[in-house]
């Protein structure tokens, strides 16, 4: 297995916005561009058949949704976070515009409702999965760009970046935190690690260098 990193700073998410149409150029946000993108390309250079089933897994911050009386206590620091999923045939997911991946992660952002809280913490309660998907063919992430890390001060010098380790349990090598750094001209970005077979990270690293590519326009 070989491990990259892979900056996503404006001129990648300027590249990745131009591609999609009108209706979502504006409102997608980072998090829906970065995880359409990754998961479409690593889904390509891991070449699964066509019609196999394949899923990005995520998880939300379940303050933003709940809406349940009693409410969360104020000061309440505990677990919040829900996970939710997008899915699709691999060959759909890979041969159709980024715009369909990015369509099918917000809407599994947004189906993140109170009642689907509801019924989450209801399957806990009796022990029971409410994601129950294959390893070989999920790929985990969750952003950590907002944790506040960022204005740390540990007295010594500026934190620049930082994260969580890739090495570790077999979940740790099938997810990617996006984690907030700077580049080496000094620009905030997301930093994004990824975990591949040797070959397969060859072909991810090339098609994700096709899709932050700024488009090219040509006078007539």
């Not at 149409?21 to 690593?42: H, K, Y």
């Not at 699964?48 to 939300?60: I, K, P, Q, S």
């Not at 041969?95 to 369509?103: F, N």
Request: contains cysteine.
């Amino acid at each position: 297995m070989v491990t990259r990193s892979f900056f996503f700073g404006q001129r990648e998410i300027a590249a990745l916005r131009s591609s999609l149409p009108a209706r979502l150029s504006q409102s997608t946000t980072v998090f829906e561009l970065i995880t359409a993108a990754l998961w479409r390309c690593r889904m390509a250079a891991l070449e699964h058949a066509a019609d196999e089933r394949v899923f990005v897994l995520f998880v939300t911050n379940a303050r933003g949704s709940w809406k349940r009386d009693p409410p969360l206590p104020p000061g309440f620091y505990g677990k919040a976070l829900i996970s939710t999923i997008a899915e699709a045939d691999a060959g759909e997911l890979c041969g159709r515009p980024l715009a369909d991946a990015v369509d099918l992660v917000h809407k599994a952002k947004f189906r993140v409702t109170d009642e689907y809280v509801r019924s989450v913490l209801d399957l806990l309660a009796r022990g029971q999965r409410y994601v129950d998907v294959g390893l070989n063919t999920t790929f985990f992430v969750s952003d950590i760009t907002r944790c506040g890390d960022d204005s740390m001060d540990l007295g010594w010098a500026e934190r620049v970046g930082g994260g969580g380790s890739m090495a570790g349990d077999i979940y740790t090598r099938l997810s990617s935190l996006y984690m907030s750094c700077k580049n080496a001209k000094g620009e905030k970005c997301v930093l994004v690690p990824m975990v591949l077979p040797e070959q397969a990270m060859g072909r991810f690293a090339s098609l994700i260098d096709e899709v932050t590519k700024a488009p090219t326009w040509s006078s007539l």
